[in-house]
């Protein structure tokens, strides 16, 4: 998998994904209650990442957002996924994804 995602029971990804719910083994996402999005990012090393989505139901807006802040002083990189489990929206929802890295 590469590229950002809407992961929804129409995806061909979907039955590929599985989640932990609460300490409980994996088990497939429960697409009627839930999607998934995903947007990779290269860092450097000792990156830590906070993200944050908003499902606005008055403009049908979805907004991921994702700061991630990296050691300026590092040359490996590294590919996250940056995959997170939301609740439910529907398919005609437009996604932002709303992406920035600091140096530290």
């Known amino acids: ?37 995903c947007y990779p990012i290269k860092t450097k090393c000792n990156a830590s990442f906070e993200r944050t989505v908003t499902v606005d139901a008055a403009s049908q807006s979805v907004i991921y957002k994702i700061v991630a802040t990296q050691c300026g002083n590092c040359e490996e990189e590294w590919l996250t996924e940056n995959y997170v489990l939301v609740p439910a929206f529907p398919a005609s929802y437009s996604v932002t994804y709303d992406v920035s890295v600091v140096n530290k």
């Open 1 to 37: 998998m590469g590229g950002n995602y809407n992961i929804n029971a129409n995806h061909p990804y979907a039955d590929r994904i599985e989640v932990a719910i609460n300490g409980a083994g994996k088990a497939p996402v429960d697409y009627s209650q839930y999607n998934v999005l």
